[in-house]
């Protein structure tokens, strides 16, 4: 299965199927759809190299030790927040209003996780969205992105989050949806007050 990397100048990486551009915005097409961004984000293409099979390694008995403890939801948000340099509080506060904390939330419109990630962009952004540590830090990843392409205006970068780009660029600015103008309200209210926390 080919396909290719974005790398952006941010240092992220997004998977797509492949790329279109179109003047001065790039598409990058996974699955039925495509997310769109300002070609200046984009500093490179990779292609996605196809990892040979090995065989598998005969490894000797080791002790096993217990497990640790699976990290809580907030401590996956702090982490994701400092690798990407967000406010804490904020990717909390987003992960509180879009799954309330809930590891295995799935929404109505197939969001899956703490983070709510549609499948084509958990596709798009190369991860499991099942996958707790992986669906928190494309989610914040992602987040991080889109403060980066709205010049770090807050209420567009949570608006396209909650609604999609699409939206975003066809009003010019928060879409006139209730839900969205409520959810933007509400994380920006967390966000200040520096709650969020479960």
């Known amino acids: 299965m080919g396909g290719e990397f974005a790398v952006l100048c941010s240092g992220s990486r997004l998977h797509a199927d492949r790329h279109e551009a179109d003047g001065s915005k790039i598409r ?4 039925g759809g495509y997310i769109e961004l300002e070609a200046a984000q ?8 196809a990892v040979p099979s090995a065989a598998p390694a005969v490894k000797a008995p080791v002790a ?29 506060s987003v992960m509180h209003a879009e799954s309330g904390f809930q590891t295995h939330a ?33 989610g914040t990843r992602y987040l991080r992105d889109l403060l980066i392409k709205y010049n770090f205006g807050l209420w567009h970068a949570l608006a396209a989050y909650n609604a999609g780009e699409g ?25 200040k007050k520096g709650s969020g926390s479960n």
Do not use: C, W
């Open 106 to 138: 799935v929404s109505p419109k197939g969001a899956i996780g703490l983070m709510q990630l549609m499948p084509d962009t958990a596709r798009l952004l190369g991860v499991d969205p099942h996958d707790p540590a992986q669906n928190v830090d494309a």
């Open 28 to 31: 990058l097409y996974s699955g």
């Open 167 to 191: 939206a975003v660029q066809k009003y010019n600015g928060v879409p006139p949806y209730r839900e969205t103008v409520e959810y933007v309200k509400r994380i920006e209210r967390e966000y």
């Open 42 to 49: 984009v500093q490179r293409f990779e292609t996605e190299d």
């Open 64 to 92: 096993v030790e217990p497990a640790a403890p699976a990290p809580t939801p907030s401590q996956l948000a702090d982490a994701a927040a400092d690798k990407y340099g967000l406010p804490r509080s904020l990717v909390r």
